[in-house]
């Protein structure tokens, strides 16, 4: 459906309105950036209880299980050794070993089960094609995310069995008769879910959850804010068709089955530039900074190892401030030598202001392993 | 006590020769949640429409302008740490005082019903 934006809508459209959400075009969809609670509020409200957060403009795509080794010629990830219904994050990389989108693989049994970015499903879908056979994109579906210390008894309260899942496992629940694939996983380092829902119940499924009086509506605003606190990237932004993997400290993603003496050892696009980095260390590696003060360092504001002369060593390409952290928080990719704790300057309106090296997540993560 | 409001979405109250700024609810909503405030320095002689305040909110930067020449003789001083209190109570938040050498420079402010007008 389309609104006079010409960006399409989710089928939460009418409820966001009900709401009192403010509306904004967002890779293509007219999204909730917040509601009236507001952007501070609703990250809090996140933290301390149960935040509901549309994510329907996300694409859903399934591959036939036959395709994992033809998935794993795209990604530098382990999909052949994904459990049954189990979630693996991974990306899709280029031959320069940058990366084309960031994503989640569910093993859903007879098929695999992909989430990616609104504004790259159309490339990913194409480019998925062109490499597997039988790429379907999931047409009727919306996608919710539930996250918050609350989402578990709140999720389990109408969809019995939902709270033995651990983090990064999946099953299908019933609900009304209608099928709901649920995973404990989540986008801002709180405990939660991710729900694929009918279209022609995601409404009633979504009032159903805000009934709850633990849950608010929360907006892409907080979404952000939710996860810059917990050190996850933005593609489009922490994370590129420059970036590799391990330069973006991805690391962790990379299964040991995929890299050098592995079973299946390279064979993903951009593998040299990866092993090696994986084998010698990246020139420059994604960093946490936590800006003096109160004044946000936004994306493009360059980073400069002194507070006077040299050239810039980086740029900041996701900033703003932490609600849960009272504070300024930015990440940049910067050089990979410099060590923790080591304070670097930020140029903002003519004036170079400190930021210290953090270690990321700037707020702990409280995932349900 | 008359309160004049400005195009770009400030407030003044005038007493004599001295006035008194700070932004309005309206912006104050368009803004979103304001987490940082950089004042002016005590003493400084502004232009009408010179940049002397910053202002972040979750969202953005933006500027306030001086909405009249003359000298910065007080800043909200608790302000910088309290930035949330515009979105608490933006008529009831101040930024800082203005010494005018001309009073017809508060001539063409629009008054609360202009105002209200104004931003529709």
Known sequence: ?369 | MTILFTEEHEWLRPEGDLVTVGITAHASEQLGDVVFIELPEVGRIVEKGEEICVIESVKAASDILAPVAGEIVAVNEVLPDTPGAVNENALGTWFFQIRISDPAALAGFMDEAAYTNFIG
């Open chain 1, 1 to 369: 459906m389309a609104g006079d934006t010409g960006c399409k809508r989710t089928s939460l459209y009418d409820l966001h309105v009900e709401l009192g959400a403010k509306m904004v075009p967002f890779a293509g969809w007219e999204m909730p950036v917040q509601y009236p609670m507001g952007v501070l509020k609703e990250h809090l409200h996140t933290r301390v209880k149960a935040g509901l957060f549309d994510v329907s403009h996300m694409g859903q795509v399934i591959l036939p299980i036959g395709a994992v080794a033809a998935l794993e010629a795209l990604v530098p990830v382990d999909i052949a050794g994904l459990g049954l219904n189990r979630q693996r994050y991974a990306m899709l990389t280029n031959d320069a070993g940058g990366i084309l989108d960031d994503l989640m693989v569910t093993n859903r049994g007879d098929h695999l089960f992909l989430v990616v970015n609104a504004a790259c499903a159309e490339a990913d879908i194409a480019h998925l094609k062109a490499h597997i056979e039988g790429v379907t994109v999931v047409e009727g579906r919306g996608l919710l995310a539930l996250q918050g210390p609350a989402a578990e008894g709140v999720l389990e309260a109408i969809v019995p069995g939902a709270a033995a899942l651990r983090f990064m496992e999946t099953a299908t629940f019933l609900w009304q008769g209608n099928d709901l694939w649920v995973s404990r996983s989540g986008y801002t380092g709180e405990d939660g879910y991710e729900i694929s829902v009918p279209d022609e119940v995601i409404d009633a499924f979504a009032r159903a959850l805000l009934a709850n009086e633990a849950v608010a509506p929360i907006g892409l605003g907080a979404r952000d804010s939710l996860r810059l606190e917990a050190g996850l990237c933005l593609y489009g932004h922490d994370i590129d068709t420059t970036t590799s993997p391990v330069e973006a400290g991805l690391t962790w993603a990379l299964q040991k089955a995929r890299r050098a003496g592995g079973a299946r050892e390279g064979g993903f696009p951009g593998a040299a530039r990866i092993l090696q980095e994986l084998a010698n260390g990246p020139s420059r590696k994604r960093m946490g900074l936590r800006p003096e003060g109160r004044a946000p360092m936004r994306e493009g504001v360059e980073i400069y190892a002194a507070p006077e002369g040299g050239a810039p060593i980086g740029t900041v390409t996701s900033g703003g401030f932490g609600p849960s952290i009272e504070g300024p928080m930015a990440m940049a990719y910067l050089p990979a030598d410099l060590p923790e704790g080591s304070t670097v300057y930020g140029e903002m309106r003519g004036k170079r202001l400190p930021a210290r090296i953090t270690p990321l997540p700037f707020h702990p993560t409280s995932y349900k392993r």
